[in-house]
T-cell receptor
Framework: DAGVTQSPTHLIKTRGQQVTLRCSPK?????VSWYQQALGQGPQFIFQ???????QRGNFPDRFSGHQFPNYSSELNVNALWLGDSALYLC????????????????FGSGTRLTVV | AQTVTQSQPEMSVQEAETVTLSCTYD???????LFWYKQPPSRQMILVIR??????QNATENRFSVNFQKAAKSFSLKISDSQLGDAAMYFC??????????FGTGTRLKVLA
């Protein structure tokens, strides 16, 4: 049973460029959340997708956008990259109805390390 | 606003000894969950233990246990019989039912042989 798969594992981009990160959730999961983890910090919530819609959003600018596909996989897009966007981007999947016994049941991927130069 | 504070940037423990990592949080919700996650160099966040706020009994998972003090909004993690494989970053997190986790800044745990 595959866990959460993220691609690519590492990425280097130039300021002003756009980037797309991809996430395939754990088999059976229907909800995908994205987190940004700056160096030496804890992860910060970007947004969550369920039923192909953004369910909740953290304190991130509109340059950060996402999408969820019918197969539950998800993309995170960041436009107009700047140096401060350099971070580890983590994807976490869960089953929406699982909150009672296994709250959100987050399974994390190993992340995409984005470096903006 | 929800906050999670980990005041220990780094801790060290001798192999086979016990160590306690501290975490305090703030939330206005009455029903919430608390978690400890481990992040090794592989970067993947691994769930160590979770606590439901309405359960007074402290959660335990093998060598890992928590001291949950709801009134004080404190949630510490105790690791017994520390092993070299326990060395990692440890993050405390709070889920207050808003579909997102709030993480602390982490504690780096070093295990000395």
């Amino acid at each position: 049973d595959a866990g959460v798969t993220q691609s690519p594992t590492h990425l280097i981009k130039t300021r002003g460029q756009q980037v797309t990160l991809r996430c395939s959730p754990k088999s059976g999961h229907d909800t995908v959340s994205w987190y940004q983890q700056a160096l030496g910090q804890g992860p910060q919530f970007i947004f969550q997708y369920y039923e192909e819609e953004e369910r909740q959003r953290g304190n991130f600018p509109d340059r950060f956008s996402g999408h969820q596909f019918p197969n539950y996989s998800s993309e995170l897009n960041v436009n107009a990259l700047w140096l401060g966007d350099s971070a580890l981007y983590l994807c976490a999947s869960s089953l929406a109805q699982d909150r009672g016994e296994n709250p959100y049941g987050y399974t994390f991927g190993s992340g995409t390390r984005l470096t903006v130069v | 606003a929800q906050t999670v504070t980990q005041s220990q940037p780094e801790m060290s423990v001798q192999e086979a000894e016990t160590v306690t990592l501290s975490c305090t949080y703030d939330t206005s919700e009455s029903d919430y969950y608390l978690f400890w996650y481990k992040q090794p160099p592989s970067r993947q966040m691994i769930l160590v233990i979770r606590q439901e706020a309405y359960k007074q009994q402290n959660a335990t998972e093998n060598r890992f246990s928590v001291n949950f003090q709801k009134a004080a909004k404190s949630f510490s993690l105790k690791i017994s019989d520390s092993q070299l494989g326990d060395a990692a970053m440890y993050f405390c997190a709070n889920d207050s039912g808003t579909y997102k986790y709030i993480f602390g800044t982490g504690t780096r745990l070093k295990v000395l042989a």
